[in-house]
């Protein structure tokens, strides 16, 4: 049982699973979040005609006096929605949004251009195609504008709308049953009896599973015995894609999830070389993958966000986004072991001079529920660091990046 890299742990996670089968066809205000079965080809250009990005005047450069002002007649007018005319030599008063007329090839903005009576003062002309959108710029009939596999966004959801698309042929969602195991668990909402704690981790999970695309399959906690979590495991992995727990799998006398797993399947205890996070439990259950994160909270986050999650993106048929990570200002100094990949919770200040400072969260365990949710985001200290010196540069990973 070697250390493994967290880059590895990633990977290897994803190699664990197929695309869950079967496509359904949304309407578009339902495809939020969901994964596009089939690339999308644009069946429409778009802008669908030639029109105006400004309020001003559609003209013909050829008309236009270089090096001076040109009076040119108005001969007509043409707002959004209105159809298109048909431009002589003269001026044409538009409005953003509608369609140019035909023979029209640049549009002054209104605000460079003074009327006197019936007659519009032009001033040098800009280049041709100035302040016009034409038929097809941004994106042209029969284009591949989404592909296959791709997590779709609020912006991908008004391209599609603009094309005219009114549903979208989409994945299954991998359907996630998740448990707690331990017998100090209690539900939120009971009486904590002594030696107690309330279960964090099942709705933070929960959350973050929906969050990630999954159908949770929610079976509360189990207490840690061996027969009843193998029964458990068993009916959670014959219903589900994927099997995810926390608690339980460490080297503890307790830690029974291990043995269950073994019973009813396979398991590998990966002792991913990261802090907080080791050991994670990656396996499968009656054939289907199972992946056994840690009890402690914040190691249950970090082990979700870089080995649960390219699992169950690979499990609804979509690459998994590389965490935007940004250089930040270290605000404190920290020293670390080597060789492995630390994650600190901390928060961000910008400072009078521009720079981003990152301020360490006081809670320093892996059991500190308040450093997560205090905290802006991790910033990921390399296996290599021994010395964070104060003033340095440190990548920070902001949890909003992680939908989490
Ligand atoms: P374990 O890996 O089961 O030994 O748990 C490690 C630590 O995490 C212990 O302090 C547990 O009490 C705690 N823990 C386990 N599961 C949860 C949970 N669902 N919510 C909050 N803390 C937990
Ligand atoms: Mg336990």
């Not at 006197?116 to 280049?127: F, M, R």
């Not at 080791?278 to 249950?300: R, S």
């Not at 910033?379 to 920070?396: H, K, R, T, Y």
Request: hydrophobic share 45%; proline share 8%.
């Amino acid at each position: 049982m070697g250390l493994i890299s967290l880059d590895e742990a990633g990977g290897r996670s994803a190699a664990c699973a197929e695309p869950v089968p079967g496509v359904l066809e949304l309407p578009l205000v339902e495809a939020d979040g969901r994964v596009l079965a089939e690339a999308v080809v644009a069946p429409i250009d778009l802008p669908p005609f030639a029109n105006s990005a400004v309020d001003g005047y559609a003209v013909r450069h050829a008309d236009l006096l270089p090096g001076a002002e040109t009076r040119l007649p108005l001969l007509g007018r043409t707002a959004a929605g209105d159809p298109a005319g048909t431009l002589g030599h003269g001026a044409w008063r538009v409005f953003t949004g509608a369609p140019v007329p035909d023979g029209a090839d640049l549009v002054v903005m209104q605000e460079d251009v003074s009327l006197s009576g019936d007659e519009v003062i032009l001033p040098s002309p800009a280049k041709r195609g100035a302040n016009l959108r034409r038929a097809g710029e941004d994106v042209a009939r029969g284009q591949e504008v989404l592909p296959a596999g791709r997590r779709l966004r609020p912006r991908d959801l008004g391209l599609l709308a603009a094309l005219g698309l009114e549903r979208v042929r989409v994945r299954h969602r991998p359907r996630v049953a998740l448990f707690s195991t331990g017998d100090e668990l209690t539900e939120p909402g009971q009486r904590l009896r002594p030696a107690a704690i309330y279960d964090a981790n099942r709705a933070m999970l929960r959350a973050l599973l929906a969050r990630a695309g999954a159908d949770v399959v929610d079976l509360g906690i189990l207490r840690d015995e061996p027969a009843e979590l193998e029964r458990h495991l068993r009916a959670a992995a014959g219903a589900c894609d994927l099997v995810v727990t926390s608690g339980g799998v460490s080297v503890g006398e307790t830690d029974h999830v291990k043995a269950a797993l073994s019973a009813c399947g396979s398991l590998d205890l990966w002792r991913v070389a990261i802090k907080p996070g080791k050991p994670i439990a990656i396996g499968e259950a009656a054939g289907t993958p199972f992946i056994g994160l840690p009890g402690n909270p914040v190691a249950v986050f970090v082990g979700f966000v870089f080995v649960a999650r390219p699992l169950l993106a690979r499990l609804a048929g979509t690459v998994d986004e590389a965490p935007i990570v940004f250089p930040v200002t270290a605000g404190f100094q920290h020293r670390k072991k080597p060789g492995r990949r630390e994650f600190l919770r901390a928060s961000l200040e910008r400072r009078d001079d521009g720079a981003v400072i990152a301020r360490r969260h006081p809670g320093e365990g892996a059991g500190s529920l308040a450093s997560l949710a205090q905290s802006d985001g991790l910033l990921v200290l390399a296996e290599e660091l021994e010395q964070l010196e104060e003033g340095s540069s440190v990548p920070f990973l902001p949890y909003v990046g992680l939908l989490g």
